[in-house]
């Protein structure tokens, strides 16, 4: 974004093609393959790491490779699974379960453009992923077109012979072939959608709840908790009236407390299975000294869900910086990684002169661990964005790997990450996934310079 709007373009393809079936992207890789020419899988264009950025290695020429018109859709409802098009987007494919009275469930920021095919290819993870999984663990079945050849796994619940190819497709990044179609399980439609909102005493107690939850009863589908610096910017936002001003003044008067951590919790399902979880983690949520806000925050959130990309343009045109990063770790570690990356984000900013804000919340939980999504805003120096913007990546980044946490729990590596990959899989991982593409890829053709450092 900044890039753009400084008018430095000076990476672009040199056409755009979008095969109307796979025999036709069958073909155009092909080609690509026997003249040279790097191709970059194109999905809904939502990456946040560069992965459809198109950069040329030492190629020549490079086309991006539209998928939009891959939109086929196969529905089995005794299985509950489906046959997707890569080129589906979230919106498009949620359209079609819905005439069958199914759901993806798969509902990340990126939903109103992002792609099956993207989904699959970055390991993405829906804001309900603690209900309904994340995209990984709702792949049944996935093909790959690689310039060597084609690989389709079978469509079988489970399989125990050799190792998971499926695996190996998953978060590929494009780098090893393109996904034409997924199989996914899919599940009936919820009849029943209740979000609402929770004041937890602070980050930590908030984050104690759900990681009770999650080594206890379960999690709801959605569960998130905003730290501190999160909450008050999202009341600063929002105002009282959105937020049940009263109830939390009460809250905040009766604790003789500054702030709290809010907690956004949604259910989803029929009327008895909704009603039965609810009544397990409200009991969790009182027990962890949460206080109930009410609906309409939770239904605030539930209708502004997608909308924080539109507000970063808005702020950047305004002149601020502003990025997300993302990681996860195991509780026993997880305080320690918040603390240490928003430290890291902090200093790095200050020490440019320009200090700003950082937020963060848990959105992915687990009986193991949690995620933690970052957001930082301050000042833009203007005409050296890039420069302030990679000096504070490369401090939260550092902060991640010397505390051990993952370089991203679902933003995938792309063009931003590569450098930390060795201190996620190791050397000889490297050379798995490298060895990977030389077979299924020996001209190097597919998506030059994304996962791979």
């Not at 430095?8 to 069958?26: G, H, T």
């Not at 780098?175 to 599940?187: C, E, F, H, K, M």
């Amino acid at each position: 974004m900044a890039r753009l709007r400084n008018g430095a373009l000076e990476n672009a393809p040199d056409a755009v093609l979008m095969p109307q079936d796979v025999e036709s992207l069958r073909r155009v890789i092909d080609v690509c393959a026997a003249e040279g020419i790097a191709i970059v899988p194109f999905g809904g264009g939502t990456s946040v790491v560069g992965g459809v950025e198109p950069l040329r290695g030492r190629h020549e020429r490079l086309i991006s490779l539209d998928l939009g018109a891959l939109q086929d859709v196969s529905v089995d409802r005794r299985s509950l699974t489906a046959r997707l098009g890569a080129g589906l987007r979230g919106p498009e494919a949620e359209a079609a379960l819905s005439r069958e009275g199914l759901t993806l469930g798969h509902f990340p920021q990126s939903f109103e453009y992002a792609t099956i095919g993207g989904f699959a290819a970055t390991r993405s993870a829906g804001q309900a992923s603690s209900g309904y999984g994340r995209f990984d663990a709702l792949v049944s079945s996935v093909r790959l077109l690689a310039p060597s050849g084609e690989l389709q796994t079978l469509e079988t619940p489970h399989s125990a012979a050799g190792p998971a190819l499926r695996e190996l497709v998953i978060g590929s990044e494009g780098v090893l072939g393109v996904i034409p179609d997924v199989t996914v399980r899919v599940r009936p439609a919820p009849t029943v959608r209740r979000y609402e909102a929770w004041m937890a005493e602070g980050f930590d107690a908030g984050s104690e709840i759900v990681r009770g939850l999650a080594q206890g009863p379960g999690l709801p589908q959605i569960i998130r908790v905003s730290d501190e610096e999160e909450t008050e910017g999202t009341l600063a936002l929002n105002g009282p009236r959105g937020l049940s001003g009263r109830l939390f003044d009460g809250y905040l008067g009766a604790r003789r407390r500054r702030g709290g951590a809010l907690m956004i919790v949604g259910f989803e399902g029929d009327e008895e299975s909704t009603a039965r979880h609810r009544a397990l983690t409200v009991r969790a949520l009182r027990r962890g000294g949460a206080a109930y806000l009410g609906q309409s925050a939770g239904q605030a959130w539930e209708h502004g869900r997608y909308q924080g990309p539109y507000l970063r343009d808005t702020l950047m045109g305004m002149g601020a910086m502003v990025e997300t990063l993302e990681t996860s770790h195991t509780w026993s570690r997880f305080g320690e990684l918040h603390k240490a990356v928003g430290d890291a984000i902090r200093n790095s900013l200050a020490s440019q002169g320009t200090p700003g804000l950082v937020f963060c919340h848990l959105s992915h939980a687990y009986a193991d661990g949690a995620s933690l999504y970052f957001t930082f805003i301050s000042r833009a120096r203007r005409g050296d964005e890039l420069e302030q913007w990679a000096a504070v990546k490369s401090a939260a980044c550092e902060a991640i790997v010397a505390h051990g946490g993952t370089i991203t729990h679902h933003h995938a590596v792309g063009r931003d990450h590569p450098p930390y990959m060795e201190a996620e899989v190791g050397r000889t991982g490297l050379d798995l996934i490298r060895a990977a593409k030389e077979r299924l890829d020996p001209a190097g053709i597919m998506n030059p310079g994304k996962l791979l450092p």
